[in-house]
């Protein structure tokens, strides 16, 4: 999917670099980040996700999205005001996009089940709701 069609989804977003770029997943856990991918930066209670950029860069990531200015120049930046409503819209027009999301998201292990979903069904703790096989 375009970079640029994905953006036109944000609230107020600041962009830095090319919008020039197709994106071929999501994630916010760096470890997830891969060539094409996406990477948006989440604050938790314990880990900053904004920490993790250089990390998720260094896997193939070609844009970022974060709540802070000017943290790279090495790939396209989104600077939004909040990056879990950054995520569940870009989640949305992805999947809605492609058909199937291909959004890496944490281990079960990190998730709550979801009774509200169905079985298989879990809360990954940033307003999505992932299954996981």
């Known amino acids: 999917m375009?970079?640029?069609?994905?953006?036109?989804?944000?609230?107020?977003?600041?962009?830095?670099?090319?919008?020039d770029r197709r994106i071929t997943s999501i994630c916010y856990d760096s470890r997830e980040a891969s060539p094409g991918g996406l990477f948006v930066a989440i604050r938790g209670k314990v880990v900053d996700g904004h920490s993790?950029?250089?990390p998720a860069i260094d896997r193939g990531a070609i844009a970022i999205v974060s709540e802070e200015p000017g943290l790279t120049q090495r790939v396209t930046h989104i600077q939004v005001p909040d990056s879990r409503d950054a995520l569940a819209r870009l989640a949305a027009s992805f999947r809605s996009e492609i058909g199937a999301a291909d959004i890496a998201h944490p281990r079960k292990k990190d998730c709550l089940p979801c009774p509200?979903?169905?079985?298989?069904?879990?809360?990954?703790?940033?307003?999505?709701h992932v299954r996981i096989q």
């Open 116 to 128: 509200l979903c169905g079985p298989g069904t879990f809360y990954s703790g940033v307003n999505l």
């Open 52 to 54: 993790f950029i250089e």
């Open 2 to 19: 375009e970079l640029e069609q994905l953006v036109r989804q944000l609230r107020d977003p600041i962009v830095t670099g090319s919008l």
